[in-house]
C-alpha cells in the first residue's frame, strides 16, 4: 500500500528554469561573460547550487573559477529576489497533488534547492501548509541522491520505502529513489530526457501526471 509521495521540485512539479536561467545571466553579466541559454542551464542544475555555478561559469569562460566563490554570495543574493520568475506548476500537478491527498497519501517535496527558496516556491505557488514536508538543502543533510533526506521523511511520516513513491526528472532523482529503496518515476516532461532516465532503470517513466493513477491502481492491487 503506497502511503506517501515524495517528489523533487525543479522540473518535476514546477518549471523553474526561466527563473534558474535569468539568475544564473545575472550573475554571468556581473562579470561580463557571455549568457547561458535555457538548454544548457537544465543540464547545469539539479546537484546544488555551487556545482549548478561551476558549470555556468565554465562553459562562459572562466574555465578555473576565478570568480566562483563571489558569484556563490551574488547568485544567492540574486536568487532571493528572483526565484519566482515565471513559476509555475506543470500541466496536470495540481490535479495529481489533489487525488493523492484525497487518497490520504502524504506529500512532501524533497530538492537540491536552497531551504530557504524551496519554501519560496512550494509555499507561493502552493499555499503554506499544502505539502505534508518540504526540504530544502540544509546544512547537516548531504543532498541528493545521498538518501538521508530521504530517509529523514520516512521516519517523519513512519512509512517503509516500501510504502513510498519518489519523483524526478534527473539522473539525481533516479539514483536518489531507487538508492533509499523507493518505487521511483522518472517524468519526461522535466529538465531532461527520457533516455537519461531510461539508463537508471526506475519502475516507471511517465509522461504525464495523469499516468500516476494507473501506478497507484497497479501497486494498491498487490
Known sequence: ?????????????LDT?????YTVNLVLGH????????EHVKYFVGDGYRLQLERALRYSGDENLVHLEESLSLYTELFAKNCLYQVKPYDGIRELLEDL????????????????????????????????????????????????GVM?????????????????????????????GL???????????????????PQYIIDHPREVKEILACLQSR
Open 1 to 13: 500500500m503506497i502511503r506517501c509521495c515524495i517528489f523533487d521540485l525543479d522540473g518535476t512539479l
Open 17 to 21: 528554469l526561466k527563473a534558474l536561467t
Open 31 to 38: 562579470w561580463g561573460l557571455k549568457q547561458v541559454d535555457e
Open 101 to 148: 491527498k484525497a487518497r490520504g497519501i502524504r506529500i512532501a517535496v524533497l530538492s537540491n534547492k536552497p531551504h530557504a527558496r524551496t519554501l519560496d516556491n512550494i509555499e507561493t505557488i502552493f499555499g503554506k501548509g499544502y505539502f505534508d514536508h518540504i526540504a530544502g538543502e540544509q546544512p547537516g543533510i548531504p543532498r541528493k541522491p545521498d538518501p538521508a
Open 152 to 180: 529523514q521523511i520516512l521516519e517523519k511520516f513512519g512509512v517503509k520505502p516500501k510504502e513510498c513513491l519518489y519523483f524526478g526528472d534527473t539522473n539525481t532523482d533516479m539514483r536518489t529513489g531507487l538508492g533509499a
Open 183 to 201: 518505487t521511483t518515476i522518472g517524468v519526461t516532461w522535466g529538465f531532461r530526457g527520457r533516455q537519461e532516465l531510461e539508463a537508471f532503470h
